[in-house]
T-cell receptor, first 115, second 116 residues
Framework: AQSVSQHNHHVILSEAASLELGCNYS??????LFWYVQYPGQHLQLLLK??????LVKGIKGFEAEFIKSKFSFNLRKPSVQWSDTAEYFC?????????????FGAGTRLFVKA | DAGVIQSPRHEVTEMGQEVTLRCKPI?????LFWYRQTMMRGLELLIY????????DSGMPEDRFSAKMPNASFSTLKIQPSEPRDSAVYFC??????????????FGPGTRLTVL
């Protein structure tokens, strides 16, 4: 069965610090990968997604993620975080059409950015 | 489009009562997912539908939980009887199945359920 592991449950950074959130998945076939963000009191929103092509994916608000197939990883990065990035971040994976678009989410990483 | 609509937004009930959560998907989205979010267990997939048919209900915790999708515009998640451990935020998400916004789930605002 698919699973998604996020390395850190809580991260605390100061503004302007660089961010990297780890995500690993367990599935050997073709996968589609996602990062979602949940701001306090809000629902999940898509940050970025990877289906194929360039393994470096750019998303909204200056976020990017790199797909490394050999490591089964899809880490999220941002060079300089802002206070407004305080949120919970979820990595997710599905197999697309072959898997019925069943999407599995990681446990989430809570990011707190100090002003 | 108004996005995914869920109701109620908040529900407080007493143990043993029946709870019904509702979801209206984005028009044209033929996949619908129900998730439960708790601090302890994170975001869990409970069940999902394709073209109103349940595809995978392996995440439904027990027989007290049931979900239906009588038509393309409406789904319900029912808990009967409810228990305090069911307290969580329940999200509905829909998906266009490769068309339009390809392979992206759109989440509703969630229903925060508290069972006393």
């Amino acid at each position: 069965a698919q699973s998604v592991s996020q390395h850190n449950h809580h991260v605390i950074l100061s503004e302007a610090a660089s961010l990297e959130l780890g995500c690993n998945y367990s599935y050997g076939g073709t996968v589609n990968l996602f990062w979602y963000v949940q701001y306090p009191g809000q629902h999940l929103q898509l940050l970025l997604k990877y289906f194929s092509g360039d393994p470096l994916v750019k998303g909204i608000k200056g976020f990017e993620a790199e797909f490394i197939k050999s490591k089964f990883s899809f880490n999220l990065r941002k060079p300089s975080v802002q206070w407004s990035d305080t949120a919970e971040y979820f990595c997710a994976v599905n197999e697309g059409w072959t898997g019925g678009f069943k999407t599995i989410f990681g446990a989430g990483t809570r990011l707190f950015v100090k002003a | 489009d108004a996005g995914v609509i869920q109701s109620p937004r908040h529900e407080v009930t007493e143990m043993g009562q029946e709870v019904t959560l509702r979801c209206k998907p984005i028009s044209g989205h033929d996949y619908l997912f129900w998730y439960r979010q708790t601090m302890m267990r994170g975001l869990e997939l409970l069940i999902y539908f394709n073209n109103n048919v349940p595809i995978d209900d392996s995440g439904m915790p027990e027989d007290r939980f049931s979900a239906k999708m009588p038509n393309a515009s409406f789904s319900t998640l029912k808990i009967q009887p409810s228990e305090p451990r069911d307290s969580a935020v329940y999200f509905c998400a829909t998906h266009g199945g490769g068309r339009g916004s390809y392979n992206e789930q759109f989440f509703g605002p969630g229903t925060r359920l508290t069972v006393l």
